[in-house]
Nanobody, 117 residues
Framework: QVQLVESGGGSVQTGGSLRLTCAAS????????MSWYRQPPGKERELVAA????????DYADSVKGRFTITRNDDRNMVYLQMDSLKPEDTAVYSC??????????WGRGTPVTVSS
């Protein structure tokens, strides 16, 4: 059974940090590109950060560049999102995504992040 389980969300003040974790199981994690998406209240879901299957390429939304860092650990089947210098506009539900080059995609249920001013 495929599972992506996010954790690490919570409430922080502006300027604070959080580290999100996505634990994967039920598929060959190392051959999937992994991403973090977020959906702010009342808005569309957007891509936050992505990392290639080899871990050698990363991509970030302009709004988080320099503040967020995505990494992966293929030995533990985990992907992380380190979020620093958080802003109120980072408030959203953050979800983990696994994508295979064939088009197969898996999603986690998400973890909420609230940043207060």
């Amino acid at each position: 059974q495929v599972q992506l389980v996010e954790s690490g969300g919570g409430s922080v003040q502006t300027g604070g940090s959080l580290r999100l974790t996505c634990a994967a199981s039920g598929f060959t994690f190392s051959i999937y590109a992994m991403s973090w998406y977020r959906q702010p209240p009342g808005k569309e879901r957007e891509l936050v950060a992505a990392i290639g299957s080899l871990g050698d390429t990363t991509d970030y939304a302009d709004s988080v560049k320099g503040r967020f860092t995505i990494t992966r650990n293929d030995d533990r089947n985990m992907v992380y999102l380190q979020m620093d210098s958080l802003k109120p506009e980072d408030t959203a539900v953050y979800s983990c995504n696994a994508r295979h080059y064939s088009g197969l995609v898996y999603w986690g249920r998400g973890t909420p992040v609230t940043v207060s001013s």
